[in-house]
């Protein structure tokens, strides 16, 4: 298996709504990571998990909750959220050790109305 | 910091034809990685080659190479007899050599729009 595979692609949710975006791997991979990326824009990184811990924090906002877990499952619970958070979220997986490009996901399309 | 510089936000080709596409980046470090993604409109991200900056050789995968010129700091990526399924916005990707035990944070360009027609 060499896939990063996202659930769902779509979600639509309200801004007093909460709802979570999965992301799931088989590939060994101890490294996990969040991207958002707006439309026409690169991925700017929000994210990183470091064998099941938090690692890196892009100082994202507090309405956004990543959990690991497991080594195979990374999660992001969405709570409160805007309208100008509406995006594209990326997960990716990397193996351990320096160097070593990313397997993404094809990412879930959120709209917050 | 690191920066990276994609110049080009749109470029096309006449399938069959080469095209390159420029990515220059502003780094201290001397140790580092450099990436080349395509993301077409299904949305996935899909790495398309990688070199490593202590390498002068130039990385080729099939119909794809870069010329990577460390002294000017520019990694431009070839694209021989190109493909309709080429069609897709290119990333350029800087990743630094990080041996503190963390996971490596990879930077990303601005992209190209590539497209090739018929």
Known sequence: DTEVTQTPKHLVMGMTNKKSLKCEQHMGHRAMYWYKQKAKKPPELMFVYSYEKLSINESVPSRFSPECPNSSLLNLHLHALQPEDSALYLCASSPWGVGYGYTFGSGTRLTVV | ?118
């Not at chain 2, 990707?93 to 041996?99: P, S, T």
């Open chain 2, 1 to 118: 910091a690191q920066t990276v510089t994609q110049s080009q936000p749109e470029m096309s080709v006449q399938e069959a034809e080469t095209v390159t596409l420029s990515c220059t980046y502003d780094t201290s470090e001397s140790n580092y990685y450099l990436f080349w993604y395509k993301q077409p409109p299904s949305r996935q991200m899909i790495l398309v080659i990688r070199q490593e900056a202590y390498k002068q050789q130039n990385a080729t995968e099939n119909r794809f190479s870069v010329n990577f010129q460390k002294a000017a700091k520019s990694f431009s990526l070839k694209i021989s007899d190109s493909q309709l399924g080429d069609t897709a916005m290119y990333f350029c990707a800087f990743m630094k050599l990080d041996l503190t035990g963390t996971a490596s944070k990879l930077t990303f360009g601005t992209g190209t729009r590539l497209q090739v027609m018929l």
